[in-house]
């Protein structure tokens, strides 16, 4: 057995125990299993439901839900495929309370591999976010993740949700498939498609602030006027 199958083992076998200790009551080892998948099970809500604060609440529901049916965790596949189908769960059913259904249909569609197809010429939402930030410190880095964030939450769902578990979180594809119940090749075609549409999102959006870059109005052209004003006076004094 190689290193790494070895490894895997290990961590299997550890999460086996850890669900036996929960099972029997001890809370703390519920708490260490939380603790391992929350932010890549949090990234897997967030993906389907779009918003931060909502993928906290459906990531609490499903943690409940969650350490209730523990017993019925068999490990036949890995605990975090396990998890993430109940997040999955629960994210769908979140939104049901919270959107038409005709549009439920679709995302469910789309989630169960059926809905969009490779040859879908999807685009992103052309609205364009303005840019707060001051214009001399726009590519640092908080702002460049909201600007990744911002692109990858314009995102339809079902690319969302492969990019942010496979580029994001760093899952391989198969795990990736695992977790989106979804094909490995599924996963290559919308990791890819997702790529060319962020790239055209990013693009957009720098074509958008482009004319705005490296601004001199305002105070810095006043200020400029004013020394070249003074330095021109003074060599009018001159003899």
Sequence with gaps: MSDRAESLAGGEADELALVQQAVRGDVSAFERIMRRYNQRLFRLAVSIVGDAAEAEDVLQDSYVRAYYRLESFAGRSGLGSWLARIVRNQAI??????EARGQLLALESDL???GYTDADD???PLEIESVHADPE???AGEELQRLLESAVKALPVPFRSVFMLRE????SVQETAEYLDIPPATVKTRDHRARLLLREYLSRRIDAT????????????DRLVARVLDRLAA???RP
């Excluded at 994001?168 to 899952?171: D, S």
Aim: hydrophobic share 40%.
């Design 112 to 114: 169960t591999g059926s």
């Design 210 to 221: 482009a004319q705005k870059a490296f601004p001199f109005l305002g105070s810095s052209c």
């Design 93 to 98: 059913d979140h939104l049901r309370a919270r």
């Design 235 to 237: 060599d009018s004094r």
């Design 122 to 124: 999807i685009r992103m």
């Design 137 to 139: 410190n726009a590519v």
């Design 168 to 171: 994001i979180e760093g899952l």
